[in-house]
């Protein structure tokens, strides 16, 4: 939001690499010869992509031309606890080095890619190649949540171990303290 529309002289305008507005229309009308229907919300490119709603952003900083794509989801994933996501998210981000990268939120998860690049065609051609990256991480990520989803219904466990505290007396449990927590 913050470059919504930078102020930029005309000269830069008149360039793609200085104006913004130019790399949105860009994106959009390759989507759009795709057959992917694509829009403008709050200055970024939304589109669907197999009844996926994605998010690009387009940023410009010091020169340099930024375009992040991003999925958010909370679907399935709610009902998971918190050493389930975190295993997840790690199974994910480091099974493979890609480009894009899985994040996890306490209500869902943000599947994310971003690139720089010079021109035109530099933008469309690393355009199609992150967002690969980011439909087989996505892809991983939904397969893997259905996976817990239908482990938790049968009540199984995580790999592990689990260690009963002793039966300590008073004292020592008024001495005790917290020395590490998830």
């Known amino acids: 939001m913050e470059n919504l529309r930078k102020v930029n002289g005309f000269w830069k305008s008149l360039f793609f690499m200085g104006n913004i ?6 994106l959009m009308e390759y ?3 795709e057959g992917i229907s694509a829009g403008m919300k709050d200055g970024d490119v939304m589109f669907e992509y197999d009844d996926l709603t994605f998010t690009a952003e387009f940023r410009l900083i010091d020169g340099y031309a930024e375009c992040t794509v ?3 989801s909370e679907e399935g994933y709610r009902m998971l606890d918190a050493n389930q996501k975190a295993n997840i998210t790690n ?7 890609n480009h894009a990268i899985v994040l996890s939120f306490d209500e869902g998860y943000c ?3 971003s690139f720089y690049f010079t021109s035109r065609r530099m933008m469309l051609d690393l355009f199609c190649k992150h967002f690969e990256e980011l439909n087989v991480l996505m892809d991983d990520m939904i397969e893997n949540i259905g996976k817990c989803s239908r482990s938790r219904r049968r009540h199984s466990r995580v790999i592990g171990f689990v260690i009963e505290p002793e039966a300590e007396s008073e004292e020592q ?3 005790a303290h917290v020395a590490a927590k998830l």
Do not use: F, P
Request: hydrophobic share 25%; proline share 0%; charged share 35%.
């Open 21 to 26: 507005c130019k790399m949105r229309k860009a």
């Open 111 to 113: 599947v994310k890619t």
């Open 91 to 97: 199974k994910i981000n480091s099974a493979e080095e």
């Open 173 to 175: 449990t008024e001495n």
């Open 70 to 72: 991003e999925y958010y």
């Open 31 to 33: 989507l759009h010869q």
